[in-house]
DNA sequence: CATATATGAACGATCGTTCGTTCATATAAA
DNA sequence: TTTATATGAACGAACGATCGTTCATATATG
């Protein structure tokens, strides 16, 4: 049979996305060892042995899964991303914030695979991905908008302030959208975003007495 | 037979110290369901069978664990809790910063088991640890020692504060040492713990132009 | 026809748990 | 003390269920 490369068929992947959403939404709930191929096929509406026309392994749909989200997360047109590239730190700090609420809800699934790998694989699949982590916050700030780094503190290391900003709102909506502790500083998601962006700007000590 | 239902025999847990040490480390490293009953007999040296006089099931194992870590977790005498019973903030951020270093690695068992227990449980062992997370960190600030509530600025909520300065360090320090990220805000822990203590006392923006 | 795709029974391995048994020790009876 | 009885820790074979994976076969597509 003769297949064009780059052309594919335009109707038989329905079931290897089926398979895909199946295994996501399981793996997120219960966990890679916790999920048993015949759980997949049934969520998915699919046979068992079908699976294994689309995949080698258990483990490889978990894999194929991760990669997947990897890919999209890291398009210059997600929320986080647009947000480091476009506009300029420290300006864009609620901005970040916001950025952050957006990226947790729309990955929830590729974060909490994340969780998954950290938890049962020992982050094998996901080491990369950390390894040169603050390389990748210094390049989005070399490439972003220019005119923001004489506003920041002449001691203030711009890079790592920038992480720390970034990450703080991260784990802030891990916390509340993907473990689930809904409100855990008592205040609303916005709020939250404005208090965060206060302190970050101008800190928590009162103005008149120098530390 | 008579036998006085207050009374214990003696010295013979050695081995239930044994299971629950290597259920600790099996558990931590490949997760629960990636965990079997028999690898955790192998690596107590203790038979299979013999679990399960001290256990009803496997679960109950992952449960017991749990416990026990919270237990001490929330002693007095614990390098988190004693920075934020013991001193005032906002005067004990840095050492809350290596509070929170010591408490990871301290810890570092019972916190992997909390991400055990959201990506394979669905958090429902450790759902009622969050669930008033500003009110305990509320109850400590009120316990403290009293003197530092007039440094911080008005505009700013002091328990929210707290919060934030403690999650901070504790995210990176998890990230650090948990997910063995190493020097990922290619600082030392000692120049990130106070880096994080500069902008969280006084801000990211520089003092001549307001924001 | 030839070729993907789909099915579910079947395989061997491993799972959590149970079972019958052994054995060292503790107490009771002699 | 010696003997009898009771206890429960410890063992590992065994059980039924379920695991990941394979395979023979069927159907649909071209």
């Known amino acids: ?11 038989q992947k329905a079931n290897l996305g089926r398979i895909l959403a199946a295994a996501s939404k399981l793996f997120t709930k219960q966990g890679f060892h916790g999920t048993s191929t015949r759980d997949i096929a049934a969520e998915a509406g699919v046979s068992l042995g079908n699976i294994y026309n689309y995949f080698a392994t258990k483990e490889e749909i978990f894999v194929s899964l991760l990669e997947t989200c990897e890919k999209e997360y890291f398009q210059p047109d997600q929320p986080l991303i647009k947000a480091l590239l476009s506009s300029s730190f420290p300006d864009n700090i609620e901005a970040l914030g916001f950025a952050s609420r957006a990226t947790v809800e729309k990955f929830s699934a590729y974060i909490l695979l994340i969780y998954v790998d950290v938890v049962e694989f020992e982050a094998k699949h996901v080491a990369k991905l950390f390894a040169n982590m603050r390389a990748g916050y210094a390049a989005a700030m070399k490439t972003r908008g220019a005119g923001g780094l004489e506003k920041i503190a002449p001691d203030v290391d711009p890079v790592a302030a920038l992480m720390m900003v970034t990450w703080n709102y991260y784990n802030y909506f891990i916390m509340e959208k993907l473990f689930k502790v809904k409100g ?12 965060f962006a206060r302190i970050f700007k101008r800190g928590i000590l009162a103005r008149k007495t120098g530390d």
Do not use: C, N, Q, R
């Open 1 to 11: 049979m003769k297949t064009i490369p780059g052309k594919k068929k335009p109707a």
């Open 184 to 195: 855990h500083y008592g205040l609303p998601d916005t709020e939250a975003v404005k208090l």
